[in-house]
């Protein structure tokens, strides 16, 4: 149980180490391939030295490369997993607040 909480501990140090606003905002274009030549070099530096923002771009890579093997088909069926099966009981999105309930 303390190991794991001094792993915890750890990483939120690490969290908290990189101050690097404007290269944390620009993780996402990066990793799906989106930012210019002199963006993409500036992070690839930075990426050199921040373990905090290395492990974000592993897992920002995992997240993509796994989305990437789904079909339109496989995110429509998953999203209607997760609303039960019945997309239109559920009031749980935005776009739905407004619609007057009949
Ligand atoms: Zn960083």
Do not use: F, I
């Not at 905002?25 to 989106?34: D, E, I």
């Not at 789904?70 to 069926?77: G, M, N």
């Amino acid at each position: 149980m303390s190991r794991w909480l001094n792993m915890n501990n750890e990483r939120m140090d690490n969290d908290r180490e990189c101050a690097d606003r404007a290269v944390r905002n620009l993780m996402g274009l990066h990793v799906l391939g989106r930012l210019g030549p002199a963006d993409s070099a500036r992070v690839e530096r930075h990426l050199l030295r921040c373990s905090s923002c290395k492990r974000d771009d592993v897992d920002l890579r995992r997240v993509t490369s796994a989305l990437d093997l789904l079909s339109a088909e496989d995110v429509a069926e998953m999203l209607a997993a997760r609303t039960g099966g019945a997309p239109e009981s559920s009031g749980s999105y935005p776009q739905d607040a407004g619609r007057p309930n009949v």
